[in-house]
């Protein structure tokens, strides 16, 4: 059971002072990340949106555990978990505030794809999730995650092994996917022609049925990404090793090296499924919470070339390469260093607390991109805020315990470093 750290008024005031000095010190920094989504007064749990983290398999409940625990502290009006059946009481037990959906699963406790349409019917009422944690590998499990991938209409947080499954199945394999995109085109093409010389059927239900065939368990499964695009926003967030399985070359440790390996994968993401922006940007705008509307007025980022841009250039795709200054990239260019964090996050279950973090933001609204950098930097600050209390002996969970600090700290930091400007 994780309880978070309320510390005593001493305790505050000293984070009150380290928020000011860091804002001062590197307002560079601060001034760059977007404003967190707002708390109105007259808010309710319906005001800050729905939060779905699917995952878990057995002996492996934690990692889905501290997703969906750090989705709450995020601030996501509501939490749910989709977990396979058999762990379902160990995950509900893990925090008190979450709901637990059980889905259908193979017999070493992994979730299969006769989850599928359970999964969407659960999304369709959420507004943000996260997929990934603690799934474990498997050839259903890699059906699924591949179709969950394409067919979730809302922004989605891939990490994990979800990751490892968008790898194994060849989704970002550009070659390959050009090449089907342009036998698709000619496939739908020839269909649309036979519906006009039928007559009686719609091409819209024909469409429908081509992605009903696509399906897991029918036939064609192992070209059923040709030509397809994601629904939603995707943000995946690799680790280097996943990193390497997904593009095929692990990042060096070289700032500048990493910068261009993240920023060349999210292009690589726009150039093969990026969707029509001024459709993308109605999207953003049909999904989003009443208080996020105009949130992204106050963020700019900085994009390659040296120019700023709002989020009504954001782009669908955004890559999270972790590690010791995690780069968060978009598909349009925009770029962010992040600055916060520590050795006592090299701990298991540590990377499994950020995407619900930031499933926790896109579900009150922020924007992909920003959704992802100030969760970056909030995950950071509470391991910074974690070490003040000790050096070593950090676990994941303390960063879902610091996490309310995280925030006052993030908004201080801010405020400081725009005083200061």
């Known amino acids: 059971m994780i309880e978070t750290y309320w ?3 001493a305790t505050q005031a000293e984070f009150a002072r380290r928020a000011e000095e860091a804002g ?6 601060w001034n760059a990340l977007p404003s967190l989504p707002e708390r109105p007064t007259d808010g309710h749990k319906g005001t800050f949106g729905t939060a779905l983290a699917v995952g878990g398999s057995r002996g492996m409940s934690g990692a889905i555990s501290l997703t969906g625990s750090a989705a709450l502290v995020a601030g996501a009006g509501l939490t749910r978990l989709f977990v396979p059946e058999p762990i379902l009481e160990t995950v509900a037990g ?19 794809s006769a989850a599928f349409d359970a999964i969407l019917s659960e999304a369709a ?17 890699t ?5 969950l991938f394409f067919e979730l209409e809302r922004p989605a947080v891939f990490d994990a092994d979800a990751l490892n499954a968008l790898a194994e199945a060849g989704v970002f394999d550009e070659t390959a996917t050009e090449a089907e995109s342009q036998t698709s085109k000619a496939r739908e093409l020839a269909r649309e022609s036979a519906i006009s010389e039928r007559g009686g059927e719609s091409v819209a239900e024909e469409k429908r049925d081509g992605r009903e065939k696509a399906k897991p368990g029918n036939d064609g499964t192992s070209r059923r990404f040709a030509g397809r695009k994601p629904r939603g926003a995707r943000i995946l967030t690799p ?41 993308w940007n109605e999207q953003c705008a049909a999904t989003q919470p009443a208080q996020a509307k105009g949130l992204s007025e106050r963020s700019t980022v900085r994009r390659e070339g040296g120019d700023d841009g709002g989020s009504d250039a954001a782009s669908q795709f955004v890559v999270v390469l972790k590690g010791a ?11 962010c260093v992040n600055e916060t964090g520590n050795p006592n996050l090299a701990t298991g279950g540590s990377g499994d607390v950020l995407p619900g973090g930031v499933a ?20 950071g600050l509470a391991a910074d805020l974690s070490a003040t209390r000790g050096s070593r002996g950090a676990v994941a969970s303390d960063v879902v315990r610091f996490l309310p600090l995280a925030f006052d700290f993030y908004e201080a930091a801010q405020a400081s470093g725009r005083r200061g400007v």
């Open 325 to 335: 200054g995690t780069v968060v990239a978009d598909g349009r260019g925009a770029v």
């Open 24 to 29: 001062r010190s590197n307002p560079a920094f």
């Open 143 to 147: 059906r699924l995650v591949v179709e």
């Open 125 to 141: 009422n959420a507004t943000a999730l996260a997929v990934g944690p603690g799934f474990g590998r498997s050839a259903e499990a």
């Open 360 to 379: 926790g933001l896109l579900a009150q609204g922020a924007t992909p991109f920003d959704a992802a950098r100030s969760a970056v930097a909030l995950h």
């Open 7 to 9: 510390p005593d008024a």
């Open 94 to 112: 893990f925090a008190r505030e979450y709901t637990t959906i059980p889905g259908a699963c193979d017999a070493s406790g992994r979730l299969t």
């Open 239 to 279: 680790h280097p090793g996943e990193f390497a399985r997904l593009t095929g070359a692990k990042p060096s440790s070289d700032r500048a090296t990493r910068i261009d390996a993240a920023t060349a994968f999210a292009k690589r993401l726009e150039r093969l499924f990026g969707d029509d922006s001024e459709r």
